[in-house]
């Protein structure tokens, strides 16, 4: 069963320009996830979606950051524009739903923004 | 509110040696519970959870945690530690009272196992 896929792996950026990254969950879960890591510390919530919807983006700095996910199935996330600040891991996750509650990585999206 | 606490940063332990992850957590309801890996440049990798049961959970990797409800902590534990568990893991927690699937993660703690 293929992972979590995330792309790009990693991106450099100036400031103020836009970057999106772009994720497909593992087949058939109907949960995805993003979630900024900055380094050496946990993973945090951006959003979350069940299939389309956005149920949860209260962690959504919605000046900058946008989302989306057509058809509830792949998503992407961006920023616009970007500070230097921004510069993180970007993770996205996906679950089953269900019942089951573990949650499921990509390898993450690295922006550094110069 | 729910929250996770990693008291320690970095643990060194030697190879063939036990080696224990700590991680408390805080919640209003019942705690669903959660260890994740990571490895350089890598994701998260899932090891165990514990959502109701047995107190001892077993996982990926020979790893293990026991649920301990009085002193709400939940430590990952290997009886021996290899140089490849040489990663960083994560504790995450999911309050049963708060809506949709949640989780907090603690701040991470550095293993570092040595030959």
């Known amino acids: 069963e293929a992972g979590v896929v995330q792309s790009p792996r990693y991106k450099i950026i100036e400031k103020k320009q836009p970057v999106a990254f772009w994720c497909n969950p593992i087949?058939?879960?109907?949960?995805l996830y993003w979630y900024l890591q900055n380094l050496g510390q946990g993973p945090e919530l951006l959003i979350r979606y069940e299939n389309e919807e956005a149920v949860d983006d209260s962690q959504l700095p919605k000046d900058r950051f946008s989302a989306e996910r057509l058809k509830g199935v792949d998503s992407t996330l961006k920023i616009q524009p970007a500070e230097l600040g921004d510069s993180a891991v970007y993770l996205c996750a996906s679950s089953l739903g269900r019942g089951t509650y573990e949650q499921y990585f990509g390898p993450g999206t690295r922006l550094t923004v110069t | 509110a729910q929250s996770v606490a990693q008291p320690e940063d970095q643990v060194n332990v030697a190879e063939g040696n036990p080696l224990t992850v700590k991680c408390t957590y805080s919640v209003s309801g019942n705690p669903y519970l959660f260890w994740y890996v990571q490895y350089p440049n890598r994701g998260l990798q899932f090891l165990l959870k514990y959502i109701t049961g047995d107190n001892l959970v077993k996982g990926s990797y020979g790893f293990e945690a026991e649920f301990n409800k009085s002193q709400t902590s939940f430590h990952l534990k290997k009886p021996s530690a290899l140089v490849s568990d040489s990663a960083l893991y994560f504790c995450a927690v999911r309050d049963t009272k708060a809506a949709g699937n949640k989780l907090t993660f603690g701040g991470g703690t550095r293993v570092l196992v040595k030959p």
């Open positions: 087949s058939g879960h109907n949960t």
